[in-house]
């Protein structure tokens, strides 16, 4: 009989408490983001407003909501694209904020409709974030955490934005 050898345990060892981790609904990692949960589709008011049944979604009232929901939090920073396609219910559409800004329709203009994404080039990879629908939007890394800023030009080299809606190639 072959005897266990301390690289084998060292590895079990580490995947044990990850594994319970995630058995609780905890996340593993400091940078994973919480399971998705499948919901109804948005109620309307009988003033026509769309209200969110729950974040996440798919619409764009939920995305505001999800953002909302997740001021303060940490997880996401340096992964805004991963924060926004959660906010809709998804994840891992697009590589970058740059690709998602690359392979959708863009509009011009400082005051996009709530939902929709605004987007930099920050960097390489491109910065997203939500929009509030009164100029201003949702987003990682501000203040090193997901906050709300009252204006697009929070950030510099502002792109312009795409429609609110479920991310998709």
């Known amino acids: 009989m072959r ?9 079990g060892a580490a995947i044990v408490p990850a594994a319970v981790l995630v058995a609780a609904g905890i996340p593993a990692t ?4 919480p399971a998705r949960t499948v919901s ?10 769309v ?16 953002m909302k929901n997740h001021v303060g939090k940490t997880g996401w920073e340096h992964y805004c694209e991963k924060a926004v396609e959660n906010a809709y219910g998804t994840t891992g559409v697009w590589a970058s904020a740059i690709a998602h ?5 863009h509009h011009s203009g400082t005051k996009p409709p709530a939902g929709s994404f605004v987007y930099w080039k920050i960097s390489a990879y491109g910065h997203v974030g ?5 100029g201003g939007f949702y987003s990682t890394s501000i203040g090193g ?14 792109l ?4 609110a809606a479920v991310p998709h190639r």
């Open 30 to 33: 400091a940078h994973a983001a």
């Open 40 to 49: 109804a589709p948005a109620s309307v008011s009988t003033a026509g407003q």
């Open 160 to 163: 312009g934005w795409t429609a």
């Open 3 to 11: 005897r266990p050898s301390w690289r084998r345990l060292r590895a």
């Open 101 to 105: 800004w690359n392979g959708a329709t």
């Open 145 to 158: 955490k997901i906050g709300h800023a009252t204006s697009v030009s929070h950030f510099s080299h502002y």
């Open 51 to 66: 209200s969110p049944l729950s974040a996440g979604d798919g619409t764009a009232a939920g995305a505001v909501q999800w």
């Open 130 to 134: 939500i929009a509030d629908g009164k």
